[in-house]
């Protein structure tokens, strides 16, 4: 350009972070390519970023053109000044830069108006929308001190025993079982697994929650999900970008269907051994509701 014109985006400095963001190293892709994971730690939402990414932060707060240039000089990497503003423009979306002049006035922008009004608001917010209840972080670093038993390999053995020992009775008085299907489908039935299904939920949810806390992790809030507008259970397990073992993710991510199981299990069993009345009734609810219903959603993809 001419004298006095404004120079170009690659040769302004790029604005700096917010400082409530935190950076951890996250586990390789697939490829065995490093990764991290920026946290927003204001609504606990995690940004997976790679190498030239991570490689950008280091350097950030100089100009796109000085970072590419020191990037390409200093790494095997090969970035042009248009990848940096790329990364730039992905970090504003999410706003996790500190908002200049300009930033305010687009948010503000942004702001204006009932986003219901619009109809890709209204279908966004009919779609799915969370209403968080609890922040249940200290309850649930108590509950587990006290429920480090359940987490060791014999009591997994033990459950796994015991289910197949109700499995085995239940197929000893299959007719029994029969009969009690049958009798379910009334009123009174439906009402039972009505309230068994949100019991097996609420543990669903715990269990995400107790395993998250037992690996460090720190679960922000737990509270309902609306999902095209039926109510559904959720845990914000997200800190689980935080780990590297895949192992570890896979723990969190199963531990709901574990807790279902394991309820399905020791119901089946109670079921055989009790005398008929209202308590076998409830556990007959509990072992059919779990075995059949939350095993196919949770299966679902």
Known sequence: GGAGAPPA????????????????EAAPGTGGEPAWVIQDTVINRFYRIGWLEFECLLRWGQSPRTISTQISEQTALKPDPEQVLDFRQFLEQHNLLRPGAQ????????????????????????????????????????????????????????????????????????????????????????????????????????????????????????GVAFVVLWPVLYTDTGEAWKLRSARQRLAIASAGIVTELTLAGLATLGWALCEPGAFRDALFYLATTNWILSLALNASP
């Open 103 to 222: 930033a305010v006035e687009r948010m503000a922008a942004r702001s204006e108006g009932n986003p219901l009004l619009t109809w890709r608001g209204w279908l966004h917010h009919y779609l799915f929308f969370r209403i968080p209840l609890l922040r249940p972080q200290r309850l649930l670093g108590r509950i587990t001190r006290h429920l480090a038993w359940v987490f060791h390999p014999f009591t997994a053995m033990l459950v796994l025993a015991l289910s197949l020992l109700g499995l085995v009775l239940v197929a000893h008085q299959w007719d029994t079982f029969k009969t009690a299907v049958a009798d379910a489908f009334s009123t009174e039935g439906l009402v039972g697994f009505a309230v068994a299904l949100a019991l097996s939920k609420t543990l669903h949810e715990l269990g995400h929650a107790l395993v998250a806390t037992r690996l460090g992790l720190k679960v922000a809030h737990m």
């Open 9 to 24: 985006a690659a040769d302004l400095p790029l604005p700096p972070f917010r400082e409530d963001l935190r950076l951890s």
